[in-house]
């Protein structure tokens, strides 16, 4: 087949659905969720009740089983509308329900999957207030006691986690262990010992719950292990390069809608008897958005595709999540200035773009680890192609 | 939806980046010499990289000749879109005749006679004038920055058949190499794509018969914009080749160097440097197989390549000058063969429509495009 960068009709589809869905339900309430810091519990019902909370897990359990291109355009029309929903919905799937579909037990998937498919929201947790980007530098412990471990720790930045029934969450089982030494655990929060921590004061996508999550002598199931003891590093790894192409499709969707709403503005608003897009400054703002959403695009789709067709695509998954998050707060800061002292009051969504974009350099790895996973990665294909190099001149 | 290329298109890059391969021992001499071997042309047209069918085929052989040597993608690319495209689209039975199989195998080169000394962006305004005398049209006036100016067999010349109107008046004509009335003048000193032989052309009552007409009268920019819209493509390509070839250089410095105890490739400045050189090169790459695919398919290109165009020779510069950083002082060393490829990118922002005007261009598809 001959290279083609544009969407199946299906894909189209699953596009053009979700963007009604979107423009019908939610558009009309996404400021006043942002403005008056409101969890949008009946649209999370109505998503819940359309598929979106299995669109990762395989149709036995409940799902809707899309591929990750599907998914992806999915995650880009929520963001356009709701970064919040965007991000809710990002991260119950991509790393809340799909390591347990990936590293779950049957008897597991079975226990979780079907309750989550149907409503049960889903999270992960990584963080630790001294554990970002250095994952590995995790405190919270684990000790096996019988048939149940015993957690003990503080997480924080855990999106969902207040209103979440299962979370994907990661321990020490060994103190020595450095990243071998972690395991991962779905805990849910009815076990003893869990509790929900203060809920963040976000600057953006308010409409989403942070919290941190307080764990003191937390009895959990060994049932609830999540693969091997000492597994739980690989695990967050993976997981979280599915994620990286969910965060990218929530910032393209900002960026996008801070583009449309610039370019829309720019041909209503006229100034010095022309209108603004016709003034040369802000026609050359209008063409940069326009092409960093079509890079940030591009590269969101090829990861993607990489993922549907098996190839590796983690260098990929990384310059999506990195550039489109550039991409969107530059978009939000570029709407921002065409709107001029309108772009800085909320009777406008700019500045709520603008917010909203912030954070997506930030979670699921920030700007510098996706650099720092690239740059490692070009010098391993750069080893690997010299490896190939050296085996051929032998033979 | 299909993010690699064909087996068919992979053969073609394969065989491209051989030939490329085989320039690199000499392209340091050829650049210093200002000087492309005519048989190097043959040699493009015997393996099939001189004159690819569809713009996907021209854009991955032109990025793995811009590897080694952006001025043989230059000539390579200007024969294929600049020259091959708008004969293809407006040439005459007996025109393709006469000049496709000579350009095709590579015996003769082609250029494209355009910019003037007061129309470069602005092309409408050109000066150089056709007149009609019976069955004739005579030619007067000058072009400047010509590439294959000195050795192209065939030229396409873009004059005004009527100064009072303005672009409507601009006519374009095919003007053999021999013709009694063109003078070529010194070959021009550029900054960078040294073995390409750029020069101004005059033109002193140069007598062309009515057949050697290209497309209508008043159709010239027509022709133009067609040649340009297609050659955005071959540029954004060749550009992707020097940013991919930068990316490549880079890493292996900073695997190969030591500085403090650790490979510089250790450095989280420099990772850095080489991570946002992959991803400039990655999306010059996408956006311009995005350009090229969709024009393949025949459907409306332009805004596509000039986006391309736009980002890739942006990100030929960026690469080459952060590639020059990662090496240091040795990149500054002309023996180091990093420099020549900052000198040869920069041109990339500039011809076929510079920076700006692609710009232009991408806002007002934006602007037309929202509803």
């Known amino acids: 087949m001959s290279t083609d960068f544009r969407l199946s009709d299906d894909h189209a589809q699953v596009r053009d659905m979700v963007r009604e869905l979107c423009a019908g339900e939610f558009a009309p309430q996404a400021a006043r969720w942002d403005q008056e810091t409101i969890y949008p519990a009946d649209a999370m019902a109505q998503l819940a009740e359309l598929g979106f909370f299995g669109l990762l897990v395989p149709e036995e359990y409940g799902g809707v089983a899309y591929d990750p291109i599907a998914y992806a355009l999915a995650l880009e029309e929520l963001g356009r509308v709701s970064a919040g929903v965007s991000v809710m919905i990002s991260v119950h799937n991509s790393v809340g329900a799909w390591p347990i579909v990936k590293y779950g037990t049957e008897e597991q998937k079975q226990r979780f999957l079907p309750a989550i498919t149907s409503g049960m929201v889903a999270a992960f947790s990584l963080s630790e207030p001294g554990a970002g980007s250095d994952a590995g530098a995790l405190r919270c412990s684990a000790v096996r006691d019988g048939d149940h471990y015993v957690l003990n720790g503080t997480k924080n930045w855990v999106t969902n986690g207040a209103v979440a029934g299962a979370i994907v969450l990661f321990a020490r089982t060994d103190p020595a262990g450095g990243n071998k030494g972690i395991t991962a655990f779905i805990v849910t929060p009815d076990l003893p010992g869990f509790s929900v921590g203060k809920h963040e004061d976000k600057m953006g996508i308010r409409a989403s719950v942070t919290t941190e999550l307080a764990l003191q002598e937390c009895r959990v199931p060994a049932l609830n292990r999540l693969g091997d003891e000492g597994q739980g590093f690989k695990i967050a790894m993976s997981t979280l390069d599915g994620g990286r192409i969910g965060i990218a499709a929530q910032a393209l969707g900002i960026a996008a809608a801070a583009f449309d709403e610039g370019v829309r503005y720019a041909k209503t608003r006229e100034t010095f008897g022309k209108k603004l897009y016709e003034h040369q400054p802000v026609a050359f703002m209008i063409a940069e958005m326009d092409r960093r959403v079509a890079a940030a695009r591009l590269l969101m789709l090829r990861a993607a595709w990489k993922r549907a067709e098996g190839q590796p695509h983690q260098i990929d998954a990384s310059m999506a999540k990195l550039y489109a998050s550039e991409a969107a707060t530059y978009c939000a800061h570029r709407a921002i200035q065409i709107h001029g002292g309108y772009g800085y009051v909320k009777e406008y969504p700019v500045e709520r773009y603008y917010r909203d974009a912030r954070v997506t350099e930030i979670y699921e790895g920030a700007s510098e680890i996706q650099r720092l996973v690239i740059a490692r990665e070009l010098v391993r294909q750069a080893e690997a192609a010299d490896a190939a190099h050296t085996q051929e001149a032998v033979r | ?371």
């Open chain 2, 1 to 371: 939806m299909n993010f690699d290329l064909s087996p068919e298109h992979a053969a073609l890059a394969a065989r491209a980046r051989a030939f490329a391969d085989g320039l690199r021992g000499t392209i340091a001499q050829l650049d210093d010499e200002a000087r492309l071997p005519a048989e190097h042309v043959t040699q493009l047209a015997a393996q099939g990289l001189l004159m690819p069918e569809g713009s996907l085929a021209s854009a991955v052989v032109l990025e793995e000749l811009a590897r080694v040597s952006p001025a043989h993608a230059l000539v390579a690319s200007i024969q294929a879109s600049l020259v091959g495209v708008p004969l293809r689209a407006f040439g005459s039975a007996a025109q393709q005749a006469e000049w496709l199989p000579r350009l095709a195998s590579g015996e003769i080169l082609g250029a494209f006679a355009l910019t003037e000394k007061n129309a470069g962006s602005d092309a409408g305004a050109l000066e150089t004038q056709a007149k009609q005398d019976g069955d004739s049209y005579v030619l007067n006036g000058e072009k400047v920055m010509i590439t294959n100016g000195g050795t192209a067999g065939v030229f396409i010349v873009f004059a005004t058949v009527d100064p009072a109107a303005g672009s409507k008046g601009v006519t374009a004509f095919l003007v053999r190499g021999d013709a009694a009335g063109l003078t070529r003048g010194p070959r021009g000193r550029m900054m960078g794509m040294r073995p390409a032989d750029v020069r101004a052309l005059r033109f002193e009552n140069l007598r062309l018969p009515l057949s050697a007409r290209l497309g209508e009268e008043g159709q010239g920019l027509k022709v133009a914009l067609t040649a340009l819209n297609v050659s955005r493509i071959g540029v954004a390509a060749q550009s992707t080749g020097i940013a991919a070839e930068m990316v490549d250089r880079a890493v292996a410095w900073a695997r190969g160097r030591r500085q403090f105890g650790q490979e510089l490739s250790k450095f989280g400045g420099v990772g850095e440097l080489l991570s946002d050189m992959a991803v400039d090169r990655d999306i010059a790459r996408l956006m311009t197989h995005e350009a090229a695919t969709t024009r393949d398919r025949g459907e409306d290109f332009a805004h596509l390549a000039a986006r391309a165009k736009w980002t890739a020779s942006e990100a030929a510069c960026a690469n080459a000058d952060r590639c020059l950083q990662v090496h240091g002082g040795w990149g500054y060393d002309v023996a180091t063969g990093i420099e020549r490829y900052l000198r040869d990118a920069r041109v990339t922002r500039l011809y076929e429509g510079t920076s700006e005007m692609q710009k232009l261009l991408v806002a007002r598809h934006a602007v037309a495009s929202m509803s």
